[in-house]
């Protein structure tokens, strides 16, 4: 299967009718079918059979009415008889729900909306569940199914790969796909119809409500203190990202569509709601409906690229739309109330979006959001617009509808994040480097200090989490540098061992717990003095000879570093890693199917087919990994840089009595100190008092 970087109904649906197509063509040609081996010449019963031109390995299109006969002559096969895999009757009950579930989201649009009719569309669906219920009914299999099948399948990849007839028959289901297969082995798809692109764009919308209802629990959360704003702001980062491939593909699968009004002009044509030749201007519809279809934010960013001047940017005094109710819900605020708090909360926001684009700043942390706006503010025209960036809008909108006046809250945490990496955060934090530039320079109407990312809180966390993400690596790279973790781990552990000393050293636990002992070790935990020194040494990465008594100052025992370097920390925080290319290399995320598989395994559960599966698993993936990626590595590297000086400078006449004024040539070289103890220990009786010498 092709890796793709997005996870959505209508592709997953897919998928797994391609799935389906596929088994019951190959199974039928095994029964002796006519049809089924007609396909592959291009012709199929009463109508012909479209091959894909683009394919790589022959495509062909088989129409749902094909379905019955292809599983009836399966069926009808007793010698041999055809074993059914159960993986194929699991792919055929996610299918049917997945279309039940957009199925419904259509007949409550068509019921709700006065001037909707109803259309072919919604007997195509129930034709569609029939038919593939029938086909489930046939290809039940006698045995019981395991109970873990469906689960299984649901998890979007593997599983529905499409497999020769042969494969699978008793195949672990998450081991589908994983043979390669021929190029010339042909597969089918459910055949494209008017019917299906309806489906298609129901399906979309349907994520949509999915992904928006999500996110509003994802900030909730975080105004109630359960979750933390690094992992608020890369979940909604991410269902932007699926956003944006999700738009992408509708594009690509419905023809004619190219942005947001040729979408909703498409779905109210289905509908039969128009009322007038401008179509979208001129439908009344329900509240219910354009908030579905993104309509309040979609008219607000319209009315916004009208002002928009390449020789001025538009200005807002203070109070000039209004004042937002802030004490109320906004679900408590009536239509119009709601409308003005959205004008008030994007309009004063836009005109930061509008200066970033004039000023051409791009920030390292930047989202979809940002990257749509600054094409519109770029092309003064909402023609400019990507479709994405309507659909992101409204899930900013959605996050000021939850949060209300704690829309600051991330700047908050911003400010604290500060106090850790100052140099690197006061740009942003203490100078206002966005705010800073003048919007106007015909204006006298001033800034407000830090707007942007006061009122953005999705930009203000992605900034906690760059921020962070910098001070970890710079962690990291520190305390590899010196072996400022990993040496005196070894140390603690001898003391422990050796000297029976039971006193905890909590940022050497945590080092320990964190990074697996077998790697700082580089195997179990040594208990014997002659170990401690060669799993050191392993460790530093050189020959247990460099510590010789007779070490000479320009010798060869001088020790001398090892090809591969010494054993170092590694990151322990794979979400975080996904998203680094991102976030400080400026490159994109790579949400490929093993990385989602990557972040799947950090969930605590198994979520339902669709896009919050991906957005769980960042969520949880992100929560399992805020102490780890929050971990000061920079502190721990100065308290133990101070720890070693302390024992070099006790242990100074001691250690040069034995190993010469050279035994250390610069501070570099300070955690040598502990493989000299351990040379000294290894040839000693007295182990305990040794080691007690060396605690200092």
């Known amino acids: 299967m092709a890796a793709r970087s997005s996870i959505d109904t209508y592709q997953t649906y897919k998928l797994g009718t391609s799935r389906i197509a596929t088994w019951l063509v190959q199974a039928a040609k095994r029964a002796g079918h006519d049809a089924a081996k007609r396909i592959d010449a291009g012709r199929a019963p009463g109508e012909s059979s479209k091959k894909s031109k683009a394919a790589t390995s022959p495509k062909y299109e088989v129409p749902l009415a094909h379905f019955t006969p292809l599983v009836q002559a399966i069926a009808a096969l007793h010698s041999p008889k055809i074993r059914i895999p159960r993986s194929i009757v699991a792919v055929i009950k996610s299918v049917i729900e997945l279309r039940k579930a957009t199925s419904a989201l259509y007949s409550k649009i068509t019921q709700q909306e006065p001037s909707a009719r109803r259309t072919t569309a919604d007997g195509g669906h129930r034709h569609f569940i029939t038919i593939l219920e029938n086909v489930r009914s046939i290809l039940q299999p006698t045995k019981p199914e395991h109970h873990a099948d469906h689960a299984t399948v649901t998890n979007l990849f593997e599983a529905l790969a499409v497999q020769d007839v042969e494969d699978g028959d008793d195949m672990p289901v998450e081991q589908m796909g994983m043979r390669p297969k021929q190029a010339s082995a042909p597969t089918y798809e459910l055949e494209m119809d008017g019917e299906k692109q309806v489906f298609a764009i129901m399906a979309f919308f349907k994520d949509f409500a999915d992904v928006r209802r999500y996110i509003m629990e994802v900030w909730t959360a975080y105004c109630h203190g359960t979750e933390d704003v690094m992992s608020a702001a890369v979940t909604t980062k991410t269902a932007f990202t699926l956003l944006r491939h999700s738009s992408d593909e509708l594009c690509d699968t419905v023809p004619g569509i190219t942005g947001h009004a040729s979408l909703i002009a498409r779905l109210f044509e289905q509908l039969g709601i128009f009322n007038g030749s401008n179509g979208v201007q001129e439908v009344e519809m329900s509240e219910d409906l354009g908030d579905l279809i993104c309509m309040p934010p979609f008219s607000l960013l319209d009315d916004y690229s009208d002002i928009l001047d390449k020789s001025r940017l538009p200005v807002l005094k203070p109070g000039q739309l209004g004042s937002r109710i802030s004490n109320v819900s906004y679900w408590d605020l009536s239509l119009p109330e709601k409308r003005r708090d959205d004008k008030i909360v994007?309009?004063?926001?836009?005109?930061?979006?509008?200066?970033?684009?004039?000023?051409?700043?791009?920030?390292?942390?930047?989202?979809?959001?940002?990257?749509?706006?600054?094409?519109?503010m770029n092309a003064n025209s909402i023609d400019g617009l990507p479709m994405y960036t309507v659909f992101a809008t409204q899930v900013l909108l959605d996050i000021h509808h939850v949060m209300r006046i704690s829309a600051f809250m991330p700047w908050v945490d911003l400010q604290a994040t500060d106090t850790k990496l100052r140099d690197l955060a006061q740009e942003w934090t203490q100078e206002?480097?966005?705010?800073?530039?003048?919007?106007?320079?015909?204006?006298?109407?001033?800034?407000?200090?830090?707007?942007?990312?006061?009122?953005?809180?999705?930009?203000?966390?992605?900034l906690v989490f760059y921020l962070n993400m910098q001070l970890n690596d710079g962690g990291l790279q520190l305390c590899n540098g010196w072996g400022t973790a990993v040496y005196p781990a070894h140390l603690y552990n001898a003391i422990h061992h050796g000297a029976g000393f039971k006193q905890e050293w909590d940022d050497i636990d945590y080092v320990l717990d964190t990074h697996s002992a077998s790697r700082i070790f580089v195997g179990a935990p040594p208990?014997?003095?002659?170990?401690?020194?060669?799993?050191?040494?392993?460790?530093?990465g050189v020959s247990a000879s460099n510590l010789a008594r007779n070490r000479r100052p320009g010798g060869t025992a001088l020790i001398t570093a090892a090809k591969k370097g010494p054993r170092g920390l590694k990151t322990t925080s794979p979400v975080k890693d996904i998203f680094h290319e991102k976030f400080i290399a400026g490159g994109p995320i790579n949400l490929s199917p093993a990385n989602i598989v990557v972040m799947l395994a950090v969930a605590t559960k198994t979520p339902p087919i669709g896009p919050t599966s991906l957005l769980t698993a960042v969520r949880e993936g992100m929560a399992s990994e805020e102490l780890h990626l929050k971990f000061d590595y920079i502190s721990l590297h100065l308290r133990n840089s101070r720890l070693l000086r302390k024992l070099q400078t006790h242990l100074h006449a001691d250690l040069v009595r034995c190993f010469t004024e050279e035994y250390i040539e610069d501070e570099s070289q300070l955690p040598f100190v502990i493989g000299y103890v351990f040379k000294v220990v290894a040839g000693?009786?007295?182990v305990s008092e040794d080691l007690r010498l060396a605690n200092g």
């Open 346 to 376: 994007l309009w004063e926001l836009l005109p930061e979006f509008t200066k970033l684009a004039r000023i051409n700043m791009h920030l390292p942390f930047e989202d979809e959001l940002m990257a749509g706006l600054r094409k519109m």
């Open 432 to 462: 206002d480097k966005i705010g800073k530039h003048p919007i106007s320079r015909t204006t006298h109407v001033q800034p407000k200090p830090f707007h942007l990312l006061k009122n953005q809180p999705v930009l203000a966390g992605l």
């Open 527 to 540: 208990t014997e003095p002659q170990d401690f020194l060669k799993r050191f040494t392993l460790a530093l």
């Open 684 to 686: 000693s009786n007295r």
